[in-house]
């Protein structure tokens, strides 16, 4: 399987952009989708993720992202709102069998996106 991350740019800040990743081969329903950031200098941090129906998110995320999944398409998606300086980073998209949403222990991983936000 393998995941590519799309949807990252240069935006301003306050503006929203709304990634995406797509998986190669099949993806159970049964995994686990998320999205990771890694900011310039600093460690891979958690996002936001999708088990079953069931949304989690990082504090710095809620009321601001949204993800979503298609199991037909084999995507997730990561919408992003009313960004900040801050939330620049490359941005991972991540898929596994984990009881522990929130840790890198991912079986998948994409190759990252850009997300710019300029103040």
């Known amino acids: 399987v393998q995941l590519q991350a799309s949807g990252g740019g240069l935006i301003q800040a306050g503006g929203s952009l709304r990634l995406s990743c797509a998986a190669s081969?099949?993806?159970?329903?049964?995994?686990?989708m998320a999205w990771f950031r890694q900011a310039p200098g600093k460690e891979r941090e958690f996002v936001a993720a999708?088990?079953?129906?069931?949304?989690f998110y990082a504090d710095s995320a809620k009321g601001r992202f949204t993800i979503a999944r298609d199991n037909a398409k084999n995507t997730v998606y990561l919408q992003t709102n009313r960004l900040k300086s801050e939330d620049t980073a490359v941005y991972y998209c991540a898929a596994g069998i984990t009881d522990v949403v929130v840790t890198l222990l991912y079986d998948y991983w994409g190759q990252g996106t850009l997300v710019t936000v300029s103040s």
């Open positions: 081969g099949r993806i159970s329903s049964a995994y686990v």
């Open positions: 999708v088990r079953d129906d069931s949304p």
